[in-house]
């Protein structure tokens, strides 16, 4: 992204404006990506998967939107915000319509595929919204976009009491048909962002495709991408998880299952914005470390199974059992989901500092690394499901992630402050 000064603010350029309406219209796409929470559940009984075959289901999509983020980012950064986002949301309400009509598990895995395009609207939200705004506003606007997540929740809220009254493939059709609205609203309603305008005035030069790719040389992105593979790629993979989850492991009906989804997703959404605020604030390294330090002691308790316990006492055997129950349960995740929600904005945080020509191109590969953990941890978890034969194995999973991405976070932020003690005054 080329660097420039925001422009004044007008009737079709105000940046509230082009925030509000990326942020409602990222909603929406994030809604459709995690449809898969719900309906897979369904499918699941209807064509007899077995769990690793459902891990495949949900996480297609989720490979889909993480693949595509990179090349949307850089399209956003070339040709506009407005233009792509617009393309984008068609792109995955028609393939949401044809999801409709699938009822073989090949066909329904080929519309995972292009459902997953609604995901990629994230590269395109950051590069577009981040053009309206100077770098000390960006970790709140970013925040506040970010609130887009929220639509997983939108989904398992609505989702399941549609698919009840009128079947799965009426979710996909209502779906698909408020993704097709949104985008004529906000092709309406926005306007091009001001480096954008400027491009086409002949004001500055595009810089060449080549050039979008340097900042990705650099370790230090790649060490984002890992951050936000925990913090945004487990979010995707837990939202949904969750409700399978729930259901097998404490019994609930679909409906319950949904609303409990919800009440993970919903506080790792809506605090995202915070957590924008909180980075501009305190900064971004101190919420990244209360983020995975909260996070590393949430998993560890949630990844010890159900287990009775037997000691020698003074007078003969003793058992005890241990279990996480399903109020303590929702607590832990509500807590997760909360500092994954202030993780996620924090790492955005860094790229428009870091790298502020290439927002588009960087924020489009973390992003991307990002929802691949959505794409391969669900296939992770039915996978350790199926060879463990624990449900927590999850949570086992995602300690040792947490744990691994502090141990590196710290090494380098120490390496860092080495260097820069070494230098001269």
Same mark, same amino acid.
């Given at each position: 992204?080329?660097?420039?000064?925001?422009?004044?603010?007008?009737?079709?350029?105000?940046?509230?404006?082009?925030?509000?309406?990326?942020?409602?219209?990222?909603?929406?796409?994030?809604?459709?990506?995690?449809?898969?929470?719900?309906? /897979?559940?369904?499918?699941?009984?209807?064509?007899?998967?077995?769990?690793?075959?459902?891990?495949?289901?949900?996480?297609?999509?989720?490979?889909?939107?993480?693949?595509?983020?990179?090349?949307?980012?850089?399209?956003?950064?070339?040709?506009?915000?407005?233009?792509?986002?617009?393309?984008?949301?068609?792109?995955?309400?028609?393939?949401?319509?044809?999801?409709?009509?699938?009822?073989?598990?090949? $066909?329904?895995?080929?519309?995972?595929?292009?459902?997953?395009?609604?995901?990629?609207?994230?590269?395109?939200?950051?590069?577009?919204?981040?053009?309206?705004?100077?770098?000390?506003? &960006?970790?709140?606007?970013?925040?506040?976009?970010?609130?887009?997540?929220?639509?997983?929740?939108?989904?398992?809220?609505?989702?399941?009491?549609?698919?009840?009254?009128?079947?799965?493939?009426?979710?996909?059709? =209502?779906?698909?048909?408020?993704?097709?609205?949104?985008?004529?609203?906000?092709?309406?309603?926005?306007?091009?962002?001001?480096?954008?305008?400027?491009?086409?005035?002949?004001?500055?030069?595009?810089?060449?495709?080549?050039?979008?790719?340097?900042?990705?040389?650099?370790? &230090?992105?790649?060490?984002?991408? =890992?951050?936000?593979?925990?913090?945004?790629?487990?979010?995707?993979?837990?939202?949904?998880?969750?409700?399978?989850?729930?259901?097998?492991?404490?019994?609930?009906?679909?409906?319950?299952?949904?609303?409990?989804?919800?009440?993970?997703?919903?506080?790792?959404?809506?605090?995202?914005?915070?957590?924008?605020?909180?980075?501009?604030?305190?900064?971004?390294?101190?919420?990244?470390?209360?983020?995975?330090?909260?996070?590393?002691?949430?998993?560890?308790?949630?990844?010890?199974?159900?287990?009775?316990?037997?000691?020698?006492?003074?007078?003969?055997?003793?058992?005890? &059992?241990?279990?996480?129950?399903?109020?303590?349960?929702?607590?832990?995740?509500?807590?997760?989901?909360?500092?994954?929600? =202030?993780?996620?904005?924090?790492?955005?945080?860094?790229?428009?500092?870091?790298?502020?020509?290439?927002?588009?191109?960087?924020? /489009? $590969?973390?992003?991307?690394?990002?929802?691949?953990?959505?794409?391969?941890?669900?296939?992770?978890?039915?996978?350790?499901?199926?060879?463990?034969?624990?449900?927590?194995?999850?949570?086992?999973?995602?300690?040792?992630?947490?744990?691994?991405?502090?141990?590196?976070?710290? =090494?380098?932020?120490?390496?860092?402050?080495?260097?820069?003690?070494? &230098?001269?005054?």
């Amino acid at each position: 992204m080329t660097a420039l000064q925001p422009a004044t603010p007008t009737q079709e350029t105000t940046p509230r404006r082009a925030l509000t309406m990326s942020t409602i219209a990222f909603t929406v796409c994030f809604a459709v990506w995690t449809i898969f929470s719900i309906i /897979g559940i369904r499918l699941k009984e209807e064509l007899g998967l077995s769990e690793t075959q459902f891990g495949l289901l949900v996480g297609t999509p989720i490979l889909t939107g993480s693949l595509v983020r990179m090349i949307l980012g850089i399209w956003t950064d070339r040709y506009g915000g407005r233009l792509v986002y617009m393309a984008t949301m068609l792109t995955a309400a028609a393939a949401t319509v044809l999801l409709s009509f699938a009822h073989t598990y090949t $066909m329904v895995l080929l519309a995972a595929l292009g459902v997953g395009v609604a995901g990629g609207s994230f590269a395109v939200g950051v590069a577009y919204v981040s053009r309206f705004f100077p770098a000390e506003k &960006q970790g709140t606007a970013l925040g506040i976009f970010g609130v887009g997540n929220v639509g997983a929740a939108l989904t398992k809220f609505v989702a399941p009491f549609v698919m009840v009254a009128w079947g799965w493939e009426t979710v996909a059709q =209502l779906w698909a048909a408020v993704l097709v609205v949104m985008a004529l609203v906000f092709w309406f309603t926005t306007s091009d962002d001001p480096v954008t305008r400027a491009q086409r005035s002949g004001q500055i030069k595009r810089r060449s495709f080549a050039s979008e790719f340097e900042p990705l040389k650099n370790v &230090q992105v790649w060490r984002f991408s =890992l951050y936000y593979f925990f913090v945004f790629g487990a979010f995707v993979a837990l939202a949904l998880w969750l409700p399978r989850y729930v259901i097998g492991v404490y019994g609930f009906d679909i409906k319950t299952a949904g609303l409990i989804g919800a009440a993970y997703s919903l506080p790792a959404s809506v605090f995202r914005a915070y957590g924008g605020a909180l980075s501009d604030r305190a900064g971004a390294r101190t919420v990244m470390y209360w983020t995975f330090a909260v996070s590393a002691a949430c998993t560890l308790i949630l990844s010890i199974p159900a287990a009775d316990y037997v000691v020698q006492g003074i007078e003969g055997p003793k058992t005890f &059992q241990f279990a996480v129950g399903p109020w303590a349960f929702i607590a832990l995740v509500f807590v997760l989901g909360f500092f994954m929600s =202030l993780g996620k904005a924090a790492v955005y945080k860094h790229i428009p500092v870091y790298y502020p020509e290439n927002v588009g191109a960087v924020g /489009g $590969m973390v992003g991307m690394i990002g929802g691949l953990g959505g794409f391969i941890l669900p296939l992770l978890f039915g996978y350790l499901n199926d060879v463990t034969g624990l449900w927590t194995s999850c949570f086992m999973a995602l300690f040792v992630i947490v744990a691994f991405s502090i141990g590196w976070m710290h =090494l380098a932020i120490r390496r860092m402050e080495r260097r820069a003690a070494l &230098q001269p005054a």
